[in-house]
């Protein structure tokens, strides 16, 4: 007899259906596996045999033969399992075709029949949304994240005798059983961050570059000596953020879907990531691979903030990584079974101190020679410094400052002015594949940023001047515009280009030339 069951496969954080087809006859009792299939789903024949014989389910010895097609795409991961065990029990004869008809499986099994949960659930049941596949049987832990692909029915089972079971009474009545996918449970409440603006004494410019980087979602860099303040206001970064619309939510839940960590990412499903990986990660941790490339740090902050502390100490290899996700917003990896992508629309935030002792520019204090400092600052370098559209020196609090109560506005005032001025950005790039200054390409700058003639004076002549490169002179420009949309203002003008130039000429007094 014949049977087949639908199933999927994540590819990047997009899915494909597969089909699971069993054929059983007479002859030599055997049991074939075939469709390019990696080593894990070819072991899955001894815990899919296993896992019927102690489901209580006795099958007499004939010859099997399992194929998983499209037959050119390479079959990866356990969450197999479960279809292909009820294949096998549908091309038996102890469960009827009709049964399994519309409906996508995934899960691993056990040897004692118990379904154990799988990655990349979601991704799989919005691919069979959209091949109008109204049902999806997943283990129960893995059901509130099939439940956010809205219109589906969510069947979650525990074992494989189970499954058997529930199919047979949802065939007869399919209104008593299963979930209804409305991503219940999710609210507009956001996490709460780390730390208010509020909170942080003094340090005026800093929450200023930290409010111009959150507006247009500029990459920031902050140079100072430890215990400045540089984490606590990385870490207040995500109480300026605007929460996440529903479709970008979606898209990050499928990327920690994928990854293994929906758990993680469900408490704050509308609030902007945060990841602040420590400085030994290795390059695909940061950016992602694997046999099976799953998303890295890189990608797990997608639309939100990716913050690298103590910068000098990530290896040189793995920052350099960075530069072309953070122009193109996504990350590629190239592997001999195909091509993965991944996003990675990011706020790059990193903070690093000027020196090994970290008191660099003041020779009171700081022991380190000019060889020293100046190896210390060429780990960075140049093409990733220039992809900083803000840098910004956090000098030393001083005790006074610490004696006062805080005076600075809340993270809730800066978030509205930061939401207005957004508004602003959306307006004008409506119907263009752009959401924010920051992503203004250079062919489109003379129609999003137009300037005051003094204002355009000013900029070219500081081409010159600081030695700016070609990216270096567009940044200024869009962090121009974005001061400006701070204001309110229709036209950048000269004060807003003054302010833009700071933020990239405070390294003079450190690398002595322009970023």
Request: glycine share 8%.
């Amino acid at each position: 007899m014949y049977s087949i069951v639908s199933t999927a496969i994540v590819c990047g954080i997009q899915s494909l259906l597969i089909q699971v087809e069993a054929d059983v006859c007479e002859g030599m009792p055997s049991f074939e596996m075939v469709g390019a299939l990696s080593s894990e789903v070819r072991e899955a024949k001894e815990r899919v045999k296993a896992a019927i014989r102690n489901s209580g389910i006795r099958l007499a010895p004939k010859r099997v033969t399992v194929s998983l097609h499209p037959a050119d795409i390479r079959k990866a991961g356990t969450g197999f399992d479960l279809p292909i065990a009820l294949s096998v029990l549908a091309a038996y004869g102890e469960i009827p075709q009709a049964y399994l008809d519309g409906i996508l499986f995934a899960g691993e099994l056990s040897l004692n029949g118990e379904i154990l949960p799988t990655a990349g659930i979601l991704p799989m049941a919005l691919a069979a949304r959209e091949a109008e596949k109204d049902v999806v049987c997943v283990p129960r832990e893995n059901a509130r994240e099939a439940q956010i692909a809205k219109g589906m029915k969510i069947l979650p089972a525990d074992s494989l005798d189970q499954v058997v079971a529930l199919l047979g009474q949802f065939h007869k009545d399919k209104t008593a059983y299963g979930w209804e996918g409305q991503a219940k449970g999710y609210s507009r409440k956001e996490q709460q961050a780390a730390c208010d603006f509020a909170d942080i004494h003094g340090q005026k410019m800093l929450k200023r570059a930290c409010e111009v980087a959150a507006c247009g979602r500029h990459n920031l860099l902050m140079l100072g000596m430890p215990g400045s303040g540089k984490t606590m206001a990385a870490q207040a970064l995500t109480s300026i953020l605007p929460p996440l619309s529903e479709e970008e939510a979606l898209e990050i839940a499928k990327i920690y879907s994928v990854s293994g960590r929906f758990a993680q990412r469900e408490p704050c499903f509308l609030s902007r990531p945060f990841q602040s990986p420590h400085h030994t990660i290795t390059v695909s941790g940061l950016v992602g691979g694997g046999v099976v490339p799953k998303p890295g740090e890189i990608s797990l902050a997608h639309k939100g903030v990716l913050f690298l502390d103590e910068l000098t100490e990530f290896q040189k290899g793995a920052l350099e990584t960075l530069r072309q996700p953070l122009e193109e917003g996504a990350i590629r990896l190239v592997r001999s079974s195909g091509t993965y992508v991944f996003p990675a629309d990011i706020m790059l935030v990193a903070a690093m101190n000027p020196c090994n002792c970290g008191y660099f520019p003041d020779r009171n204090k700081c022991t380190c020679t000019s060889a020293m400092i100046r190896r210390h600052l060429h780990k960075i370098s140049r093409p990733l410094l220039d992809r900083m559209d803000l840098c910004v020196e956090v000098k030393r609090i001083k005790a006074l400052d610490l004696a006062r109560k805080p005076e600075g506005e809340s993270s809730s005032e800066i978030r509205e002015r930061i939401q207005a001025a957004q508004r602003i950005q959306q307006a004008r790039f409506a119907g263009a594949r752009i959401s924010y200054n920051s992503q203004i390409p250079a062919s489109g700058a003379k129609d999003y940023c137009p300037m005051e003639p003094d204002a355009k004076a000013l900029l070219q002549a500081s081409f010159d001047r600081l030695e700016l490169t070609v990216r270096g002179y567009y940044r200024i420009l869009k962090v121009a515009r974005t001061i400006a949309d701070l204001e309110g203002a229709g036209r950048i003008a000269r004060r807003h280009i003054l302010e833009s130039i700071q933020y990239r000429s405070i390294d003079r007094n450190v690398w002595g030339v322009a970023i």
